[in-house]
């Protein structure tokens, strides 16, 4: 059945509230170089393309939330020099709550420097700025808006304090807390009881764990030692393989679409902010982690890390063109 077809079927009559998301974490600049492939130590490469947008993991998953449709409120800092002016005003175009978004002339803003080879594979190299002064103090002066909010994200490009403190303040008031552990950053042990979902990659998986993952079987394994900590799903995200859930109880791969690979660079961003939408309407993890695959296929066709995320009606579109499905029926609300 056609997208239209289920939206008529809804009962227009029904006013569902749109969810409210709270994210915390970075935002900075990325100015991208395309290049056919990586210098090595101490070499110089030609590049044929060059782009600045906004970017940071937090704003990033901000930015895919609300083209999703769901309020997206951001915790962050942006420096009061020219690069935050124009992070400051990428936000409030994006319609994304800035409330809570603060200038800081401690520090400038933070940029990263990506490169992109022809194969669409990246490396990133992020100089923090302001993004390292976002402290636990924060979160309190943001508790209102925390309150209101049916999932709270964070990621770990800030303070590793202040991500916990953030994830122990959202449990202790019952919020679903999201933490996507990137770049890989150890935790105090406590911290994993706060977690509701937890989305590692292979990398950050093994070194959260210590052990190594060749096999299914080692993911599963060493996701398992992680919900003995207390995390009740972890979700490893697998690139082009799509996803495993892991739980107390079992484990699955959910897999991803076959497409056309532009430019990886977001990829994680767009599917953890499209995971924070699903489970935010009510969907199961297994539902929300196969909608996250959806997204996440779909950026990865265009280039930049925002500029390529999609809103939800590109990814509905983008579903039935492909024959792909997995759009939860509860998100049609959201179109």
């Known amino acids: 059945m056609t997208t239209q077809a289920l939206l008529r079927k809804e009962d227009e009559t029904t006013l569902k509230p749109t969810p409210q998301i709270t994210v915390v974490g970075s935002t900075h600049m990325d100015f991208v170089g395309y290049v056919e492939r990586f210098p090595e130590p101490g070499e110089t ?30 915790i962050s800092k ?4 020219f690069v935050g002016d124009t992070l400051f005003e990428n936000l409030r175009k994006e319609g994304i709550s800035i409330e809570n978004v603060e200038r800081d ?25 302001v993004d390292h002064l976002i402290e636990p103090q924060d979160i309190e002066a943001a508790e209102r808006t925390l309150e209101n909010s049916k999932v709270v994200l964070a990621q770990l490009e800030i303070p ?7 994830m122990m303040f959202a449990k202790r008031r019952d919020k ?13 042990p406590e911290v994993f009881r706060s977690v509701d979902v937890l989305t590692p990659n292979r990398v950050e998986l093994e070194t959260f764990t210590g052990r190594t993952t060749l096999t299914d079987q080692d993911l599963s394994e060493a996701a398992l030692t992680l919900v003995e900590k207390g995390v009740e799903y972890v979700v490893v995200t697998l690139g082009s393989r799509g996803a495993m859930v892991v739980t ?13 690979v532009v430019d990886t660079v977001g990829a994680g961003d767009a599917f953890n902010g499209a995971l924070a939408v699903a489970l935010s309407m ?17 950026k990865v066709t265009k280039r930049g890390a925002q500029t390529g ?16 499905g997995g759009i939860p029926k509860s998100l049609l609300a959201l179109l």
């Not at 002339?105 to 700025?129: D, F, K, W």
């Not at 199961?284 to 779909?298: D, I, K």
């Not at 009606?313 to 039935?320: A, G, I, L, R, Y």
Request: no cysteine; hydrophobic share 45%.
């Open 105 to 129: 002339h401690r520090a400038s803003s933070g940029v990263a420097l990506i490169y992109v080879n022809s194969s669409g594979e990246n490396t990133i190299a992020v100089a923090p700025g």
């Open 160 to 166: 590793t304090r202040t991500v916990e403190f953030a």
């Open 282 to 298: 009510g969907e199961g993890v297994f539902e929300s982690v196969r909608f996250a695959n959806l997204v996440a296929s779909f």
């Open 248 to 260: 107390r109880s079992e484990h699955m791969v959910v897999p991803s679409y076959r497409v056309d």
């Open 176 to 188: 679903l807390s999201l933490l996507n552990p990137a770049p890989a950053t150890p935790l105090r």
């Open 309 to 324: 995320l999609p809103t939800l009606k590109q990814v509905v579109e983008f579903s039935e063109v492909k024959g792909l």
């Open 45 to 74: 490469v030609i590049g044929h393309g060059f782009a600045t947008s906004p970017g940071g993991k937090g704003a990033n998953q901000a930015v895919a939330i609300a083209r999703l449709g769901a309020k997206a409120h951001f």
């Open 78 to 81: 942006v420096g009061t020099d």
